[in-house]
């Protein structure tokens, strides 16, 4: 095992609230050219003024103070609308989007300013999700996870049972391992390493990751979908995993192993996931377009 890999599972033994501090750490250094433009910018929030607060004062909704049992059961609403608070990149924040455009939640993004958001922050970390139930309640969602697992459950994507769930769970912890390692190792490169360290993830890594997980798809017959006939949280994340690793491949590194001829169970998925009705209009949308430059800008791909 390389001593880049051991040291990449080092930092990912990190609790991911403390992964994610230090990617918070590292944001000054990295935006110095950029920061105010990259994650404020005026044309790019110009688009979506139906997120802005009254007088642009960034401020965030104040969630309710009740009884645990109240807000239990505003959760179980399936009307709820929401509001997001990320960066204006893919990152932490996409696959909780995919959850809300996937299910057909009416949903819309906060803008962003730390500086004064922070310190209302449950963990003082972003991605947080505000959600509205019918009734007025609003519900504060925290941790990337916790909130993809909580939207899954909600919308009859997380499986019916605690075995189901298991299993789907299964399928979402090993690519978000994999996820993790490619952050480490490519995303986060030094710029003359990248394509290198890219080649490396792509030859060590992905071989025994599309191995198992294409063994995992042909004992569902192959069709397309981890389990059953249709979509589970477990094919959305590998969905996104496989288009994030193909959407940033350095300038001049070699083609991913990811295609329909050397991983034809995942690409399934791939094409299950991408060529469902309200993803593809997503990814039609400006706001989609956006946030691909923030991430290609944001990581200097």
Do not use: C
């Not at 918070?24 to 110095?32: A, E, F, I, S």
């Not at 697992?149 to 049972?161: C, E, I, P």
């Not at 995303?187 to 071989?207: G, M």
């Not at 006939?229 to 996104?240: G, V």
């Amino acid at each position: 095992m390389s001593a880049t890999l051991l040291a990449s599972i080092s930092r990912l033994s990190l609790p991911l609230h403390q992964q994610h501090q230090l990617f918070l750490k590292q944001l000054p250094t990295r935006l110095q050219p950029l920061s105010r433009p990259l994650f404020l910018n005026p044309t790019i929030i110009a688009r979506h003024k139906h997120s802005m607060t009254p007088n642009d004062n960034f401020a965030l909704p104040v969630p309710t103070k009740a009884d645990a049992k109240v807000l239990a059961e505003a959760s179980r609403s399936t009307n709820s609308t929401y509001q997001f608070l990320y960066f204006p990149m893919h990152g932490r924040g996409e696959l909780t989007r995919t959850l809300l455009v996937f299910s057909g939640a009416k949903w819309e993004e906060l803008p962003l300013d730390l500086s004064v958001q922070k310190q209302q922050l449950p963990f003082k970390l972003i991605p947080i999700l505000y959600e509205t139930a019918p009734d007025g309640t609003i519900l504060e969602l925290a941790e990337s996870h916790a909130i993809e697992r909580y939207l899954a459950t909600k919308y009859g994507l997380y499986g019916s049972d605690p075995y189901s769930t298991h299993k789907i769970d299964q399928i979402y912890t090993s690519t978000d391992f994999a996820n993790q390692l490619f952050w480490q190792r490519v995303r986060w490169a030094p710029l003359d390493q990248r394509i290198e360290e890219a080649h490396k993830f792509y030859d060590e890594i992905l071989p025994p990751y599309i191995a198992n997980h294409e063994a995992q798809l042909e004992k569902n017959g192959g069709n397309g979908y981890y389990f059953g006939e249709s979509i589970t949280l477990a094919d959305l994340k590998s969905a996104h995993f496989i288009d994030r690793v193909l959407f940033m491949r350095p300038k001049g590194a070699k083609e991913p192993p990811f295609s329909n001829e050397k991983s034809p169970n995942l690409w399934k998925v791939l094409q299950r996931v991408n060529g469902h009705p309200a993803m593809t209009a997503w990814k039609k949308t400006q706001r989609y377009r956006d946030l691909d430059a923030g991430s290609l800008n944001f990581f200097q791909f």
